[in-house]
């Protein structure tokens, strides 16, 4: 078998559909947002999933680990359930003043 050089195609290179700018052409150039307001406005829309009001935060949490294995074998969404047992165990606890608020008492 014979080897055959390949040559890449010449990207970039001037042709009749495409010639080459001139100085002339630079200075009579308009930005896109200009020519095509429709289509520049489209390319800005947002796409995908619109953005919560309140998006979780990551935060890096140690837990024991028969808890993750527990949660784990529960199936999918183990951590979502983590997150709604937090949020219920937060409703239930009465709310307690800060051991700051003491500590200021204290000192005046």
Do not use: C
Not at 101 to 107: G, I, L, P
């Amino acid at each position: 078998m014979a080897k055959r050089k390949i040559t890449p195609p010449e990207y970039g290179t001037p042709d009749e559909e495409s010639p080459e700018w001139t100085l002339a052409d630079f200075r009579q150039a308009r930005p896109f947002k200009e020519v095509f307001p429709d289509l520049y406005g489209a390319a800005l829309r947002v796409r995908g999933r619109p953005r919560k009001e309140n998006p979780k935060q990551h935060v890096s949490l140690r837990l024991d680990p028969k808890v993750i294995a527990g949660f784990k074998a529960q199936g999918p969404g183990w951590q979502g359930r983590i997150n709604d047992l937090l949020v219920k165990a937060l409703a239930r606890t009465p709310k307690k003043k800060s051991m700051r608020v003491t500590r200021d008492k204290r000192a005046a």
